[in-house]
T-cell receptor, first 115, second 114 residues
Framework: KAGVTQTPRYLIKTRGQQVTLSCSPISGHRSVSWYQQTPGQGLQFLFEYFSETQRNKGNFPGRFSGRQFSNSRSEMNVSTLELGDSALYLC??????????????FGEGSRLTVL | AQSVTQLGSHVSVSEGALVLLRCNYSSSVPPYLFWYVQYPNQGLQLLLKYTTGATLVKGINGFEAEFKKSETSFHLTKPSAHMSDAAEYFCAVSSLSGNTPLVFGKGTRLSVIA
């Protein structure tokens, strides 16, 4: 069974640009969560999508947005990039919320560098 | 609101020594508890989890953790450290309802000295 796939793995952008990251969950998983990982802050929750609907949202500015498609694949977008957005963005999928144990299955992440 | 505190951002042990990584949680409802491991340039991998039942949980690579409700703790241990255990370890908590996001601690970097 294929794991969670994130693309691209690495990317470099400049301030003011925007970026779109993609995540394909494990087959059969309908919930996708996104986390931002930085050395100082650890893993911070961005948002969670289930059946194309945003179920939970973390405390990030509106520049951070996401969506989920009917095949459960998800994208997140960051507009007007700032230096502080440099981070590893992790996507995780899980079974239907409330039916599983809450275990998340993570991809290898997309490492974003903003210059 | 749920929260997780990991005591010690960096722990260093000798090869063959006991590994003890500390985790305390705060949750107003019965929690699910997890330990994840992250190797360099990789995503997180589940080590073990506590949902219900036996409070001593065994995971992969010889790790185990004990859920102590009275102490709100879920410390991770391994009797004998191996060089390959060097990684970052994250404790996490979620609620039984599954309606809240998984909340992570800030992580503990484990170094193993030969």
């Amino acid at each position: 069974k294929a794991g969670v796939t994130q693309t691209p793995r690495y990317l470099i952008k400049t301030r003011g640009q925007q970026v779109t990251l993609s995540c394909s969950p494990i087959s059969g998983h309908r919930s996708v969560s996104w986390y931002q990982q930085t050395p100082g802050q650890g893993l911070q929750f961005l948002f969670e999508y289930f059946s194309e609907t945003q179920r939970n949202k973390g405390n990030f500015p509106g520049r951070f947005s996401g969506r989920q498609f009917s095949n459960s694949r998800s994208e997140m977008n960051v507009s007007t990039l700032e230096l502080g957005d440099s981070a590893l963005y992790l996507c995780a999928s899980s079974l239907d919320p409330g039916q599983g144990s809450g275990e998340l299955f993570f991809g290898e992440g997309s490492r974003l560098t903003v210059l | 609101a749920q929260s997780v505190t990991q005591l010690g951002s960096h722990v260093s042990v000798s090869e063959g020594a006991l590994v003890l990584l500390r985790c305390n949680y705060s949750s107003s409802v019965p929690p699910y508890l997890f330990w994840y491991v992250q190797y360099p340039n990789q995503g997180l991998q589940l080590l073990l989890k506590y949902t219900t039942g036996a409070t001593l949980v065994k995971g992969i690579n010889g790790f185990e953790a004990e859920f102590k409700k009275s102490e709100t703790s879920f410390h991770l241990t391994k009797p004998s450290a191996h060089m390959s255990d060097a990684a970052e370890y994250f404790c996490a908590v979620s609620s039984l309802s599954g309606n809240t996001p998984l909340v992570f601690g800030k992580g503990t970097r484990l170094s193993v000295i030969a």
